[in-house]
T-cell receptor, first 113, second 113 residues
Framework: SQKIEQNSEALNIQEGKTATLTCNYT??????LQWYRQDPGRGPVFLLL???NEKEKRKERLKVTFDTTLKQSLFHVTASQPADSATYLC????????????WGAGTKLIIKP | DGGITQSPKYLFRKEGQNVTLSCEQN?????MYWYRQDPGQGLRLIYY???????QKGDIAEGYSVSREKKESFPLTVTSAQKNPTAFYLC????????????FGPGTRLTVT
């Protein structure tokens, strides 16, 4: 079956350290992968998009990698701050999906001061 | 301000009643989506629409209905046929060309007792 997996356990990180979240998928060949941030009781907010032919993408303190051989994306938050605490969702776009995204369940990131 | 709005934020209904959730956007986006979010699960697509007067079923359309009479509006009706309607409902939109990210509303939390 087709699956997209994110670590369901919360990730606790000390402020200032780098947080790394994973997104693994099976049986897809995504054209690109997106990462969103979701705060409690609110809608997701787009952060970054990486295409299948890109290895790495950066935006300020955020970095995303995409390994289509391993079928995995890593999301890094460097110099983490308590304000980075949120749930982070990954979403795959498969070209034949009629503009639909396939969503992971998200990983909760907690940055401790 | 441009954006996507959902109302109400919280909604309570008795079992057996139909309820309509509002979604409005002023972003001039062609595509609109309704998702359901449950704890520990990825966003699941209920319905989507790419143009006015046309919409498609998503993965979990049973017990739901939608309309798209105007480009700006995509209301979702949760009918009494939906067996487990209590959830967080998210509406999203995106342009059909030029951008891959989805823009989300703040969500409606529906509780049915």
């Amino acid at each position: 079956s087709q699956k997209i997996e994110q670590n369901s356990e919360a990730l606790n990180i000390q402020e200032g350290k780098t947080a790394t979240l994973t997104c693994n998928y099976t049986n897809y060949s995504p054209a690109y992968l997106q990462w969103y941030r979701q705060d409690p009781g609110r809608g997701p907010v787009f952060l970054l998009l990486i295409r299948e032919n890109e290895k790495e993408k950066r935006k300020e303190r955020l970095k995303v990698t995409f390994d289509t051989t391993l079928k995995q994306s890593l999301f890094h938050v460097t110099a983490s701050q308590p304000a980075d605490s949120a749930t982070y969702l990954c979403a795959l776009d498969v070209l034949d999906s009629n503009y639909q995204l396939i969503w992971g369940a998200g990983t909760k990131l907690i940055i401790k001061p | 301000d441009g954006g996507i709005t959902q109302s109400p934020k919280y909604l309570f209904r008795k079992e057996g009643q139909n309820v309509t959730l509002s979604c409005e956007q002023n972003l001039n986006h062609d595509a609109m989506y309704w998702y359901r979010q449950d704890p520990g699960q990825g966003l699941r697509l209920i319905y989507y629409s790419q143009i006015v007067n046309d919409f498609q079923k998503g993965d979990i359309a049973e017990g739901y209905s939608v309309s798209r009479e105007k480009k700006e509006s995509f209301p979702l009706t949760v009918t009494s046929a939906q067996k487990n309607p209590t959830a967080f409902y998210l509406c999203a939109s995106k342009p059909l060309a030029g951008s891959y990210e989805q823009y989300f509303g703040p969500g409606t939390r529906l509780t049915v007792t």
